[in-house]
């Protein structure tokens, strides 16, 4: 398989105007380096005006162009000139950097704004992907993406712009000490290039495989996070704290030692550049003082180079250093580009949702029907379901039992169009509900068996996902109602902003599913979806919670899947499920 360049990943991340914001970057990082050139080439000139002047009136009187520039001036003397030169060289800084500071408020600009674009597309890709690629998605590498591969890839995009910045001021300085004196520049030249080749081919391979390997760490050390965090109870009643205390500080130490090995790898191009630079300056002035060289003339010459060079080498300096560092992060850039060519899949099942909603809504008025669904798992060939048939007619409540493992939380999936069955169809009054997903799923309200609440207030969590000036306080008061919750949120000091805790930790089970309901009743969907939802309970608050439920009985159409057969007496119909059918049946 060909492998794709590193411009060419860059060039797929971005979109046209991006792009085009990147070659305007790029005709401003040629104006300052133009700047950086003029800055080091007029001071060459100030230069030879210190060191001899005597001569410097004869060199201009020998030019049409400079005798009338010094005309224009009204420059007359050495004096006259040497200040015109000092005060043209303040000018000419004081815009230099002015510029310089802007183009790096500009570049920073491009970065931060895109990276916060390109970390929210991600993220939205990844929610809008299909249920069943979350079946078995590494939640650290997910995280790790937005919170390390994205920033480390804009790092790399921020160092290539620094580093045509560079390139740029070198080229256009060597140009100009190309004039001073031409074979101490080749030399340099030459000089500069053999490192630049040896750091590319000995550095950057090493930097990759480092760079890959931090990848992996991070993941690792946001596993023991993360497992850390949410199982917090279990682990301190198991009291395994120090367990994972343990591995959490051994696998950073493993990062600690990949970030040390990058700091010092980043560092030793600057080391050894700056070592080999003095080291062959000096051996070209031994070499050329050896071989009876004019002293005297080569002085004038060294002077005007040495101020070049002050400039120069930290710019070659900073080439090799950005060099590496792209080195080290493009594992990152790899990652972000295999995950936004997935993200193509993704953006073109949203563009057929959202072609598909401008469509005829879907509106409940006679049955819901699972027509002959077979599913099987991506990862297993094993069928769950097969030919398996159920109707659920318009007000009517449905009860699914079976045994634990048979499929009873598969079909509510399917059901959602969470999981795409391989064959069949799930219609609504005889309409595939992929005809228009978003209007079959504002038909529904789904109550899991354990209810992801937020830290935030009693009303956030029942308006889940709304912004706050759009959140219905009276309708939030009508649905605690009908979730039996209304008495419990009044005698709250707080009311409705009483905050609830991480995952609800200061609310009883019992309450919890009462707030999941009062979520699922906010938007009055017409289908109610319960998922083991009392299954978690002890008998008695399964049994006031059940009242609830029960008081929706023919007011709403309801799907109960249930472990317990007292869960679901009051249905209208009941399915079991066995053998990958499902099979209707009866309590009796």
């Known amino acids: 398989m060909k492998k794709t360049g590193l411009f060419k990943k860059i060039s797929y991340i971005f979109d046209r105007k991006q792009k085009l914001q990147l070659v305007g970057l790029g005709v401003m990082i040629f104006i300052g380096g133009l700047l950086e050139t003029l800055g080091v080439g007029a001071m060459i000139p100030v230069v030879n005006v210190l060191l001899a002047p005597e001569g410097i009136m004869d060199f201009i009187s020998e030019y049409e162009i400079l005798r009338s520039l010094c005309g224009f001036l009204r420059i007359e003397t050495v004096r006259q000139l040497t200040m015109t030169l000092l005060f043209g060289m303040m000018a000419i800084y004081i815009i230099k950097n002015l510029y310089i500071l802007f183009l790096t408020y500009m570049q920073n600009t491009f970065i931060t704004q895109n990276r916060n674009r390109m970390i929210s597309r991600v993220m939205a890709e990844f929610l809008n992907r299909p249920y069943e690629k979350y079946l ?13 591969d994205i920033p480390q890839t804009f790092s790399l995009i921020l160092a290539m712009l620094q580093m045509a910045s560079e390139v740029v001021v070198s080229v256009l300085i060597f140009m100009v000490m190309l004039l001073s004196n031409v074979s101490l520049t080749l030399f340099v030249i030459l000089v500069f290039g053999i490192m630049t080749l040896f750091i590319v081919r000995v550095f950057k391979p090493r930097l990759n495989r480092i760079g890959a390997r931090n990848q992996a760490i991070q993941s690792r050390i946001a596993k023991w996070r993360i497992q850390a965090t949410y199982g917090l109870k279990d682990v301190k009643v198991l009291n395994r704290e120090e367990f994972f205390v343990r591995n959490y500080y051994e696998t950073g130490k493993f990062g600690a ?13 600057r080391v050894l550049i700056e070592t080999v630079f003095i080291v062959s300056m000096l051996a070209f002035m031994a070499v050329y003082i050896s071989g009876g060289g004019d002293m005297t003339e080569f002085a004038t010459s060294i002077a005007a180079f040495a101020v070049a060079a002050v400039r120069v080498l930290p710019s070659v300096n900073r080439i090799n250093t950005y060099i590496t560092e792209i080195a080290y992060t493009q594992p990152s850039l790899d990652f972000v580009y295999e995950n936004l060519q997935e993200g193509m899949k993704t953006d073109e099942m949203l563009a057929l949702r959202r072609a598909n909603s401008q469509s005829e809504k879907l509106k409940l008025e006679d049955k819901i029907e699972l027509n002959h669904i077979s599913f ?4 297993s060939e094993k069928a769950i379901f097969k030919d398996a048939h159920m109707v659920v007619p318009k007000g009517k409540s449905v009860g699914i039992i079976g045994a634990s493992g048979a499929g009873k939380s598969t079909i509510v999936d399917v059901l959602l169009g969470l999981l795409h069955a391989q064959e069949g169809e799930i219609t609504c009054d005889g309409v595939d509900i992929f005809k228009n997903y978003e209007s079959w799923l504002a038909q529904v309200g789904y109550i899991p068996q354990a209810i992801y609440l937020i830290d935030e ?4 969590n029942i308006a889940f996902g709304i912004d706050a000036d759009k959140i219905d306080d009276e309708r939030i008061w009508e649905v605690l109602a009908e979730a039996q919750l209304k008495e419990f ?16 930790v ?19 969907p017409e289908i109610l979806v319960f998922d083991e939802a009392t299954s978690a309970l002890d008998n008695d608050t399964e049994a006031a919670v059940m ?5 929706f009985h023919g007011r709403k159409t309801m799907i109960i899947i249930a472990h317990r057969l007292n869960t679901i007496e009051k249905c209208d119909m009941i399915y079991k499920v066995e053998n990958a059918r499902l099979v209707e049946t009866t309590l009796a």
């Open 376 to 379: 099987h798992y991506p990862d």
């Open 489 to 504: 949120v009044e005698e709250l000091p707080e009311g409705l902003d009483t905050t609830i805790g991480d995952r609800g």
């Open 506 to 524: 200061r609310l009883s089970g019992g309450q919890k599913q009462r707030i999941g309901i009062a979520r699922a009743l906010y938007n009055d």
């Open 136 to 148: 078995g998605a590494d939640i650290p590498t997910v995280f790790r993406i937005t919170d390390g």
């Open 257 to 269: 030692d990949v970030a040390r090995n990058y700091a010092v790898m980043n560092n030793m191009p």
């Open 547 to 551: 009242e609830a439920v029960n008081s």
């Open 457 to 460: 207030s009693i009303r956030d």
